[in-house]
T-cell receptor, first 113, second 112 residues
Framework: NAGVMQNPRHLVRRRGQEARLRCSPM?????VYWYRQLPEEGLKFMVY????????ESGMPKERFSAEFPKEGPSILRIQQVVRGDSAAYFC???????????FGPGTRLTVL | TQLLEQSPQFLSIQEGENLTVYCNSS?????LQWYRQEPGEGPVLLVT?????EVKKLKRLTFQFGDARKDSSLHITAAQPGDTGLYLC????????????FGDGTTLTVKP
């Protein structure tokens, strides 16, 4: 059973470009969570999705950020018009049920030049 | 807003020493997880504790959940260089819709 997969592992964008981060949950998991991590800090919750639904987006910036988890395919975290402050590691986690243990992917390290 | 504090923030010890790191909150957890994260990788789940007063052991690691379910500790016996990493605790609160709140972690360095 493959773990949570994220791609790309590293992404470099110039200011103003768009960044698309992908997350494929573990097989059988229908709950996906996105977190952001700055160096030497913990993970900050961004958004929680279940297939085709956003359950909680209280940690998501109001502008430029969006997330989806379609019926088919991976979950996508999209950042429009990136700025240097968006540089961070973005982690995706999945779980089979709400309020269940979360399993993390290896992360996408976004660098904005 | 629930706040989860971990201490110490940094810890550097010699191989063979024992250590304890702490995770504290002013709110009650419905469950709490401990993760270990290595540089460039995602967090790996070590343990989940649910019951107040619960103690779980994982080889040289002992996890304890406070009676009031507001705090937890991780004790490592005879630390080894392979234990080096960022130790994160994460709490689930009853009011949260499934998301976990993470502490900022304890960065442990074990020198050979």
């Amino acid at each position: 059973n493959a773990g949570v997969m994220q791609n790309p592992r590293h992404l470099v964008r110039r200011r103003g470009q768009e960044a698309r981060l992908r997350c494929s949950p573990m097989k059988g998991h229908s709950h996906v969570y996105w977190y952001r991590q700055l160096p030497e800090e913990g993970l900050k919750f961004m958004v929680y999705l279940q297939k085709e639904n956003i359950i909680d987006e209280s940690g998501m910036p109001k502008e430029r950020f969006s997330a989806e988890f379609p019926k088919e395919g991976p979950s996508i975290l999209r950042i429009q018009q990136v700025v240097r402050g968006d540089s961070a590691a973005y982690f995706c986690a999945s779980s089979p049920r709400r309020n269940n243990e979360q399993f993390f992917g290896p992360g996408t390290r976004l660098t904005v030049l | 807003t629930q706040l989860l504090e971990q201490s110490p923030q940094f810890l550097s010890i010699q191989e063979g020493e024992n250590l304890t790191v702490y995770c504290n909150s002013s709110s009650v957890f419905s469950s709490l997880q401990w993760y270990r994260q290595e540089p460039g990788e995602g967090p790996v789940l070590l343990v989940t504790v649910v019951t107040g007063g619960e103690v779980k052991k994982l080889k040289r690691l002992t996890f304890q959940f406070g009676d009031a379910r507001k705090d937890s500790s991780l004790h490592i016996t005879a630390a080894q260089p392979g234990d080096t990493g960022l130790y994160l605790c994460a709490g689930d609160y009853n009011t949260n819709a499934g998301k976990s709140t993470f502490g900022d972690g304890t960065t442990l360095t074990v020198k050979p």
